[in-house]
DNA sequence: CTGAAAGCGCTTACAG
DNA sequence: CTGAAAGCGCTTACAG
């Protein structure tokens, strides 16, 4: 065994260091985990949406990038390394599980929607440390798991976002929804009506829109939106709907945002190069991954469970494609 | 050992599977591979180019995510997981090096700019099998190395970017080239001269501006540029620094395309929402990515070397930020 | 304090 | 054909 202990006298620590560095030795990695040292890697996986609609089949989320190379980043600072995968099918998570239990990693995040599996269940269950960003529903609180849950403040941005909108003077402002399934769909929709609320505005069930999160989405609600309705502005659940609903809008013969204000959700990276640049909530997917690495890291150092439940803090970022109502 | 001998009674074999399935037993990773079992991780390293000009810095580099959206596809499909390495300072090729000495890998994906690192050399050397995109420095070919080059076809995608300028019309064609010690930089210069010289308009020192590939980079040089000229036709050797570059039209107070032709290279995601979008060359990730990973995954399993050097063709894709010009 | 042995969980070559 | 043993390269607990 090669270790620095204290004890040896620099004379023999530096024979022995310099035939290592003469046959270029470096510790069999497979050797010392099986020997019981945890190994260094940690799995992200990224659950994928996918939608053909476009033509073109989107095969990443737009916000994964981001997030990932914040986790890269952190997870190395830390000494770990990360495993990426992208789930797209169901037999995916059998692979996941395997991966667990085979001690390929010591620990893992996912991202975006989770169906709740029962491969997860079982990771969770069978004690490994997992953490959930964006979770769609609640984990049961056992006492054997140890996960933990990262989200942004959904309703916060949502609320935010809607009273920005309320305070430029509009009062007819539509809201085109995520997949409804998902909790950041349910909270983003809590926000909105809480902004209404407050600014006296009734609730018109007509005004909100299912969508799924995705460009298509966003365009094919914003048509649907404008056939019955006349919004003076939108805001989408995410910035890949709000792409969608420009879109909406130019064939529609709206401009942005002189007839119509938009206002999305996430500030990926295309919103700030759009037509008009998109005013929006910005998560801050740095900030979720270095929590989710350093969570998860400590957990598994510590070989302690977690199961807190951080909400990221989210802020508006105003560009231009929000007008104030004059009238 | 748990394997699907063919001798074994019908029964037998149930039963064995059903204790199998009932204690949830996965074999131990670490220790197959410890007794000769080859692992199935791939490394993905992704050479960083950081920028800070713009405010934010910019964590990874606009192409990686489809890129290895692809890698990461095409290795589940042949039962690899990636390990997604960000390289973004010289201390992390000896974090690589060891990765691959101590075994956690079975081999390597590089891609982006490559200083021509010791580290690397090492791993080449030691017959490691590793693959490298978009690669600079021509390899020597080493008896005993086993690496491959993917590059996509630079030369013919600056041709035909210039080329389709030429025939809207421009003569007076300016380039923003990219790190002058990247091969794709030589190269992408190169197609662009082989064009005009085709046209006949001679080729004019001032015309061609370095950059950096980033855009910042594209911004300033174009500055630079209209300080001393004033060409009709501008082709970037990256779609982010034709972003830089519409940017500093516009300060300029020149439109696009009306008073200035932009075309780009790469066709990443942001540059269909450009205002205008933008025309480009589309580089093949995906086409990229399973060349890297089927050639690397034949190489491991065969244990075999391998050596040639793959040049993935390249397409325009024509959008709104060029225009004929009507004289 | 130190050095030799046991053991991690597999695979493979080898006796029976 | 089958089952027991050796060995992969480490770490850790244990004799000396």
Do not use: W
Not at 292 to 310: C, M, P, Q, T
């Amino acid at each position: 065994m090669v270790n620095n202990y204290s004890n040896v006298p620099d004379e023999t620590r530096e024979k022995v260091r310099s035939v290592i560095e003469k046959y270029n030795y470096v510790p069999h990695a497979s050797a010392r985990t099986l020997a019981g040292f945890q190994n260094k890697i940690i799995g992200l996986f990224m659950i994928d949406r996918k939608s053909d609609t476009a033509g073109k089949k989107v095969s990443m989320s737009t916000y994964f990038s981001p997030f990932m190379s914040g986790v890269i980043d952190e997870a190395n600072k830390n000494g770990y390394y990360v495993l990426a995968y992208a789930v797209n099918k169901p037999s995916d998570y059998s692979n996941i599980k395997e991966i667990f239990f085979n001690q390929t990693i010591s620990g893992g995040i996912f991202i975006g929607q989770q169906s709740d599996d029962a491969n997860i269940r079982q990771i969770i269950k069978s004690g490994y440390k997992v953490v959930f960003v964006d979770k769609d529903i609640e984990l049961e609180s056992d006492s054997s798991s140890k996960s933990l849950i990262v989200n942004a403040d959904n309703v916060d941005g949502a609320y935010k976002a809607t009273k920005y909108l309320i305070q430029l003077g509009h009062t007819s402002i539509a809201h085109i929804a995520g997949y409804m399934k998902q909790l950041s769909t349910i909270e983003r929709i809590e926000g909105y009506k809480k902004a209404l609320l407050e600014a006296g505005i009734p609730f018109n069930h007509d005004l909100v829109i299912k969508g799924n999160f995705m460009q298509d989405g966003g365009y094919f609600a914003t048509m649907k939106l404008f056939q019955k309705e006349k919004p003076t502005a939108i805001f989408y659940a995410s910035d890949s709907m709000a792409v969608g609903g420009i879109q909406a809008a130019q064939e529609l013969g709206l401009k942005v945002p002189e007839d119509l204000s938009i206002i999305g959700f996430d500030d990926i990276e295309i919103s700030s190069y759009l037509n008009p640049p998109l005013t929006t909530i910005r998560m801050d997917f740095s900030e979720m991954a270095s929590i989710s690495v350093n969570s998860l890291v400590s957990s598994i150092e510590s070989d302690s469970g977690f199961s807190a439940h951080y909400i990221v803090p989210v802020e508006l970022v105003e560009r231009k494609s929000c007008l104030k109502l004059s009238k």
